[in-house]
């Protein structure tokens, strides 16, 4: 028999039971302190940017473009109003390319181009002379800022500074003025090489629309939305023949635009 007392030898499945035991507790305890926002993922937010042109009002705002409008109120409530027939027809090139001499700015119109004249016909001649516009509104009600009658529904196409308006609608419209205005920009487009029948185009002074038109009377008025204009009349107080925007009466101010009369009751 032996004399020695060592210490008992533990049970090795007693010892794993209460490691597993321990370890349990302790990953319930962890779990609890967890909040329920750190197990759920954050959403990815995504946005997307439409080009153009956005006016706000008293009771929120309008986004047009091309094809109509949307507009926002206070709630987040969106609708959309479609223009007619979708705004904007396509401008299908009729004919040969004008070439720049030929048209030239008078009261009846622009060379061929003559006022009252079919406007699918006039946009379809000035695409093959000058390719696309650089702007086109599409059909709207007009507001009178283009020579319009307010109401009238009216289409205003543009090559750089070279603004062409038509009333009516898709497929039933006429051509019923016209305006060259530097402010509407593209000064390097070759309309800007349009003349007046008698030599005038925008970029030349004062001085020289002076000289070009010494037969007939020039007055210089303040036009409510364009501002500071020439107007020229055939003889004092005779028809209104062209006018337009001017930097100021100085000879050496330019003139900044020429514009057919206003088609509003011409029409």
């Known amino acids: 028999m032996s004399g020695g007392g060592g210490a008992a030898q533990a049970n090795p499945w007693l010892v794993g ?30 946005s997307s940017t439409t080009s153009a042109t956005s006016t706000t009002g008293g009771e929120g705002s309008t986004t047009t473009d091309g094809e109509g409008s949307t507009t926002t109120d206070g709630s987040g409530t969106v609708t959309t109003t479609s223009l007619p027939d979708g705004g904007t027809p396509p401008i299908t090139p009729v004919g040969e390319a004008i070439p720049i001499a030929q048209l030239r700015m008078t009261v009846d119109g622009i060379g061929d181009l003559a006022l009252g004249d079919d406007g699918d016909e006039v946009l379809g001649r000035l695409a093959a002379t000058f390719g696309d516009p650089t702007q086109d509104r599409g059909f709207v009600v007009g507001s009178g800022s283009f020579g319009e009658c307010a109401g009238d529904t009216i289409r205003v196409v543009q090559w750089g500074p070279l603004g062409i308006v038509v009333k009516g609608e898709p497929a039933d419209s006429q051509f019923v003025s016209y305006r060259i205005d530097l402010r509407y920009g593209g000064i390097t487009s070759p309309t800007t090489d349009i003349q007046t029948q008698s030599g005038l185009r925008v970029s030349d002074n004062v001085g020289q629309m002076k000289d070009i038109y010494a037969g007939l009377s020039i007055e210089f008025v303040v036009d409510p939305d364009v501002g500071l204009v020439f107007e020229l009349h055939d003889g004092l107080g ?3 023949l062209l006018w337009g925007p001017v930097e100021s009466q100085d000879d050496d101010a330019l003139v900044t635009g020429i514009y057919s009369p206003d088609s509003c009751g011409q029409f």
Not at 23 to 33: D, E, P
């Open 238 to 240: 005779g028809e209104l």
């Open 17 to 46: 039971l209460a490691v597993a035991v321990v370890l349990g507790a302790v990953s319930l305890i962890a779990f609890g302190f967890l909040s329920p926002d750190d197990n759920t993922a954050s959403p990815t937010s995504t």
